[in-house]
């Protein structure tokens, strides 16, 4: 598993590496019952400190996205009802953020509209976004 981190972000890295398996689960990258990196091993990938790992690892199995097994580790749960929604949700609550800032750079719709869609082009034109 691959969890991209932007240090350089406004969100705390704890919930981007939330959303990075959050998403991967979603997705099926991650499918019930599969392993998950150690805290340790997950901290060294990202580059991020073990603490960071383990308060997403929280988070997660609080949201009921993952559990753990003593003496072995942590697995991916079945994902909860209505995550998909819950999740586009938050999504478009992101769109509705850069969408702003782009009225704030008094974009005109028409615009705005345009480089959404050439986005959206080049996302299914690659294929399936930034899996891979």
Avoid: C, W
């Avoid at 929280?58 to 994902?79: E, N």
């Avoid at 850069?98 to 986005?119: A, L, Q």
Wanted: hydrophobic share 35%.
């Amino acid at each position: 598993m691959r969890i991209k981190v932007d240090y350089h972000s406004d969100i705390p890295i704890y919930k981007q590496i939330v959303s990075e398996v959050e998403d991967a689960i979603l997705s099926k990258d991650l499918n019930e019952g599969d392993e998950l990196p150690s805290i340790r091993k997950l901290a060294i990938e990202a580059n991020v400190n073990p603490n960071t790992v383990a308060k997403s690892y929280f988070v997660l199995q609080a949201k009921g996205y993952i559990y753990s097994i003593a003496g072995v580790g942590y697995r991916v749960a079945k994902p909860p009802q209505n995550s998909v929604e819950e999740r586009l949700k938050e999504l478009e609550n992101d769109m509705k953020a850069i969408v702003t800032k782009m009225v704030n750079f008094s974009m005109t719709k028409e615009e705005i509209k345009e480089r959404i869609f050439r986005i959206v082009e080049r996302v299914i034109k690659s294929g399936s976004g930034d899996k891979g």
